[in-house]
Antibody, heavy 127, light 107 residues
Framework: QLQLQESGPGLVKPSETLSLTCTVS??????????WGWLRQPPGKGLEWIASIYHTGSTYHNPSLESRITMSVDTSKNQFSVKLSSVTAADTAVYYC???????????????????WGQGTLVTVSS | DIQMTQSPSSLSASVGDRVTITCRAS??????LNWYQQKPGKAPKVLIYAASSLQSGVPSRFRGSGSETDFTLTINNVQPEDFATYFC?????????FGGGTKVEIK
């Protein structure tokens, strides 16, 4: 069974960079059918898509966060990662990694959805 | 960005009821609409993709319908494990966006 597990610091200071890694087990991150995504959910609020990455490194970002996001993938470790720079209190959220299934050429238009999720990790931005 | 508006934001239902949740997109998204269920402290779980296709392993009492801008998630014969928050999500255009959620509570 596919499993995803987020890891990274639970507390980040304002203006610093938030770094998270997702480790995939029970399946290969290099599968051609999937992208791999990050999403977040501020406490008590709704969901926001951050970005998704293919095993080749091809990435789609949420334009509202694009200038602050760096995505990477390490196929040898079956991991992918996100860095979010210049964080503020508004970036406090539960961060989820997820497998992003696509039924077409891309994951930002057409039939695609998040079919497996990690358990989520709370990241608090505070001094 | 495409705005996704869900209604109601919360509702109460009894076991065995039929529950209907609606999701409206701010512009046409064809059938590029997914539904997720989230329980407290847990990650979301996909129920329906492409507006009406049931994800493998999801009970058939969940049904999705709609196209263009108006979509519906129906839960027939609501079971105790169905009390949760439900989100819609459009996959038509970047950025992918979610509705604000509908909390289904026990009456």
């Amino acid at each position: 069974q596919l499993q995803l597990q987020e890891s990274g610091p639970g507390l980040v200071k304002p203006s610093e960079t938030l770094s998270l890694t997702c480790t995939v087990s029970g399946g290969s991150i290099s599968s051609s059918r999937y992208y791999w995504g990050w999403l977040r959910q501020p406490p008590g609020k709704g969901l926001e898509w951050i970005a998704s990455i293919y095993h080749t490194g091809s990435t789609y970002h949420n334009p509202s966060l694009e200038s602050r996001i760096t995505m990477s993938v390490d196929t040898s470790k079956n991991q992918f990662s996100v860095k979010l720079s210049s964080v503020t209190a508004a970036d406090t959220a539960v961060y989820y990694c997820a497998r992003h299934f696509r039924d077409g050429a891309t994951v930002t238009t057409g039939i695609n959805w998040f079919d497996f999720w990690g358990q989520g990790t709370l990241v608090t931005v505070s001094s | 960005d495409i705005q996704m508006t869900q209604s109601p934001s919360s509702l109460s239902a009894s076991v065995g009821d039929r529950v209907t949740i609606t999701c409206r997109a701010s512009q046409s998204i064809s059938n590029y609409l997914n539904w997720y269920q989230q329980k407290p402290g847990k990650a979301p779980k996909v129920l329906i993709y492409a507006a009406s296709s049931l994800q493998s392993g999801v009970p058939s009492r969940f049904r999705g319908s709609g196209s263009e801008t108006d979509f519906t998630l129906t839960i027939n014969n609501v079971q105790p494990e169905d009390f949760a928050t439900y989100f819609c999500q459009q996959s038509s255009r970047r950025p992918l966006t979610f509705g604000g959620g509908t909390k289904v509570e026990i009456k």
